[in-house]
């Protein structure tokens, strides 16, 4: 009896770790480098922006949606502009692609 009961604990576990495991690796972040064709931003006080990039490897267009404060000041005082070539991160959150890091790919 007690063979049996350690037994279902056991797999009990397994079953919880495949699952937590599952869910992490569908929240993956994308990497990719690509120039940017288009820079919409929702408005003056605007929270979000959209910029869509052209992917180096693929040549596919990928919209991202931007949030962080840092990057929109960029687009607002054109520190980055349509033609800059950009290191991203994102994640597809709620079929949107949110990114995480959005950056220049050129040095100082």
């Not at 009990?12 to 690796?25: K, Q």
């Not at 064709?37 to 910029?51: L, M, V």
Request: charged share 30%.
């Amino acid at each position: 009896m007690k063979k049996a009961v350690s037994v279902m604990v056991l797999v009990a576990i397994a079953a919880i770790g495949l699952l937590c495991f599952s869910g992490a690796a569908m929240a993956d972040e994308i990497k990719m480098v690509g120039v940017i064709t288009k820079i919409e931003i929702a408005g003056k006080d605007a929270n979000t922006a959209t910029a869509t990039l052209k992917d180096n490897k693929t040549e596919s267009l990928i919209v991202i949606t931007v949030n962080d404060d840092l990057t929109l000041d960029k687009f607002k005082d054109h520190r980055i502009v349509e033609g800059d070539e950009i290191r991203c991160k994102y994640e597809v959150i709620d079929g949107k692609n949110v990114s995480k890091l959005f950056r220049k790919t050129a040095g100082c």
